[in-house]
């Protein structure tokens, strides 16, 4: 059975030193090399690759960073600091990350009225072709990694699973956001009810 590792969102913006920080980013790069160096997996990355005028991105409503906002087509539920902008170090893969070793790479974002979270699907629902390239590869089963666990890599995860894909998640090769107290925790309860395997690697 051929497997694959989807690597989520693993670009300089989400690491400590970028517009839209995850604690402990930098942490996860030894477990993807490692996962990654596996012979078994077809890897597919996420990559956000925002126009600068995305209407995420708080500076295009005069707006502050994690402003509630939700239009109901695509954007919110907060707005976001200018980040992975399309042609930016911001959007590059984390150098550290051996992206030499990604087969296939999946951009999203890339509409201006409408924000992506997962590598399945737009947030106003247009499907971006990844199940279909997984199953056309013969892909059945799934191992997920990468940023941010509470939001990015959510969003993947239960698409994933709609998709109908068996699904583990790498949890030593994964962080959160923690806007708000208890959202990695609920995230993790959430894929264990939905029968998402979560391992170490």
């Known amino acids: 059975m051929r497997k694959a ?4 969102d693993v670009q300089n913006d989400f690491y400590e030193t970028g517009s839209l920080p995850v604690k402990g980013a930098s942490q996860i790069n030894k477990v993807i090399n490692r996962a990654m160096r596996d012979p078994v997996y077809t890897i597919l990355a996420g990559q956000d690759w925002h126009p600068s005028n995305h209407m995420s991105f708080a500076a295009n409503h005069r ?6 906002f939700d239009n109901k087509k695509g954007i919110g539920p907060v707005l976001w ?21 990604f087969d296939y790479i999946v951009r999203k974002g890339t509409h ?14 247009t499907n971006l072709g990844t ?3 997984l199953k056309a590869l013969g892909i059945e089963e799934i191992d997920i990694c990468g940023l ?6 959510k969003y993947t995860v239960h698409d ?8 583990r998640v790498i949890i030593n ?23 998402v395997e979560l391992i170490e690697k």
């Open 5 to 8: 590792l989807l690597v989520v």
């Open 63 to 68: 707006k502050e960073p994690f402003t509630p």
């Open 81 to 101: 600091p200018v980040h992975c902008m399309q042609g930016t170090p911001g959007a590059e893969f984390h150098p550290d990350i051996e992206s030499n070793r």
């Open 112 to 125: 201006p009225g409408v924000d992506s979270y997962s590598i399945f699907r737009e947030n106003d629902g």
């Open 131 to 133: 199940a279909g390239l």
């Open 148 to 153: 941010a666990l509470d939001y990015c890599l």
């Open 160 to 167: 994933a699973l709609s998709s109908g894909f068996k699904i």
């Open 173 to 195: 090769g994964t962080k959160g956001v923690e806007a708000n107290e208890g959202d990695v925790q609920r995230t993790l309860d959430e894929f264990e009810s939905a029968g």
